[in-house]
């Protein structure tokens, strides 16, 4: 019995659809589902949104307040 044919996906499309998983573990992935990827995987708008990291905000301060109230802030 022959083993059917692979389908040839491009890897972007394949690489969204799989719910944007690093190109190791997409590659491991599409084999089980006898898939062959085209073409090289860039990194898409999700991806480094996601590594990203905030920038750390100081919760305390330097300064003294000079009369009560003075450090409060009201977004309008």
């Not at 044919?5 to 190109?23: L, R, S, T, Y």
């Not at 062959?36 to 990194?43: A, D, F, N, R, T």
């Not at 919760?59 to 802030?73: N, Q």
């Amino acid at each position: 019995m022959q083993k059917p044919k692979a389908v040839k996906v491009e890897i972007n499309d394949a690489h969204n659809k799989f719910g944007d998983p690093c190109e190791e573990i997409l590659r491991h992935s599409v084999k089980a589902f006898n898939i062959e990827l085209m073409g090289k995987l860039p990194s898409c708008e999700g991806c480094v949104r996601s590594k990203t990291k905030q920038k750390k905000v100081s919760h305390t301060t330097e300064t003294k307040e000079s009369f009560i109230g003075d450090r409060s802030d009201v977004d309008q």
